[in-house]
């Protein structure tokens, strides 16, 4: 990785909810220059302050960087902004020799015809997809998946990198969207996770302060109990599922007892049930004596 620092640069930022404020500003503080653009323009006041321009259009926000990250809530978000722009005979042109930066979340098809939609328009186009929460963008720690042509990737990383540390994924546009979701594939479910269990012992008048501290060890444990990435992706890919300290059998039993408990709890069933059904799957198909890891076989896609 490039650690120079790279020159002062014009970069326009469209899209300011939490990430996008959070991504200006960390280009600010290594001494870009930044324009913006909301559609709610208020909140461009704070970036303002610290000596961000305000484009009074979406176009004006082209116009003045060829750099143009966008942080929007979805793809759908870009087209609303800059397809305006475009249609306008007056700013046909407007993207012609830019670089746009996509951080919105969105699915891989949408980046890919996002990059075929640039392109027509004379454009380059990365996609990317930050893996912290907006206090993180910035910091020691901060990460973020890229995937586009691999020397449009390099010309920028110098910028990109003040996000957070880059990791390119590869020249398909939609490489990056399907790592971003796939991490947040974990982290929802995680997050679900904890807020269902939460709602179990609180049905019960389990204090939820009595319950959480714990349950917090209970996901950090899990890293643990699983093995390595490596062991769990090498187990996998061999689709042997060998062991029998945890049996798709002996789990099965403790989903139906969660699904049961949530029930006669009167809380929602639907994750226990979605998370239960796994497993009578496995178990359908003659895998109940493996290991848990063969609910992998009823999950992945079929051919
Ligand atoms: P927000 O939803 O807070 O902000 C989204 C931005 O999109 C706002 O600027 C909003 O404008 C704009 N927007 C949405 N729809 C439209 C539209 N139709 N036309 C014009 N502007 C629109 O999102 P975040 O800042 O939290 O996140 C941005 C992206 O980053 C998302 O894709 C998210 O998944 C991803 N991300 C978020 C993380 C987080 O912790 N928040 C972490 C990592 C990635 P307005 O202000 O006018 O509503």
């Known amino acids: 990785m490039n650690t120079s620092t790279p020159a ?3 970069v326009t930022v469209i899209g300011l909810g939490p990430m996008g404020r959070a991504t200006a500003a960390a280009l600010m503080r290594a001494g870009h220059r930044i324009t913006v653009w909301n559609r709610t323009a208020s909140r461009a006041d704070g970036l303002v302050a610290d000596g961000a321009t305000l484009a009074p259009t979406p176009a004006a926000a082209v116009e003045a960087a060829d750099l143009v990250l966008l942080s929007l809530t979805d793809y759908g978000a870009m087209y609303d902004i800059l397809g305006p722009v475009v249609a306008n005979p007056r700013h ?3 993207l012609a020799g830019k670089v746009l930066v996509n951080l919105s979340s969105d699915t891989p098809d949408e980046s890919r015809k996002a990059a075929a939609w640039a392109r027509d328009l004379g454009a380059d186009f990365l996609t990317g997809g930050i893996m912290v929460p907006a206090p993180a963008v910035g910091q020691p720690g901060a990460y973020a998946f890229y995937s586009g ?3 449009l990737f390099h010309a920028h990383e110098p910028v990109l990198r003040l996000i957070g540390e880059t990791k390119y994924l590869g020249a398909d546009p939609g490489l990056a969207q399907l790592l971003y979701q796939a991490h947040l594939d974990v982290f929802l479910t995680a997050l679900a996770s904890l807020l269902h269990a939460t709602a179990l012992v609180t049905a019960a008048g389990v204090p939820a302060a009595e319950f959480l501290p ?3 060890q209970t996901l950090t444990d899990i890293p643990a109990m699983v093995g390595s990435g490596q062991a769990l992706a090498a187990e996998l890919a061999a689709g042997e599922h060998p062991g029998e300290l945890s049996t798709a059998l002996m789990m099965r039993a403790t989903a139906d007892h969660i ?11 639907e994750l226990p049930n979605a998370v239960k059904s796994y497993y009578d799957r496995a178990i ?3 895998l109940g004596t493996r290991n848990w890891t063969a609910l992998y076989e009823v999950i992945k896609a079929q051919h």
Not at 259 to 269: I, K, Y
């Open 92 to 94: 046909a042109g407007a």
């Open 214 to 216: 714990d349950a917090m």
């Open 284 to 286: 359908a198909a003659g």
């Open 149 to 151: 042509p691999k020397d």
């Open 8 to 10: 002062p640069a014009s």
């Open 259 to 269: 699904t049961r408990t949530s029930a006669a709890s009167g809380v929602d069933v």
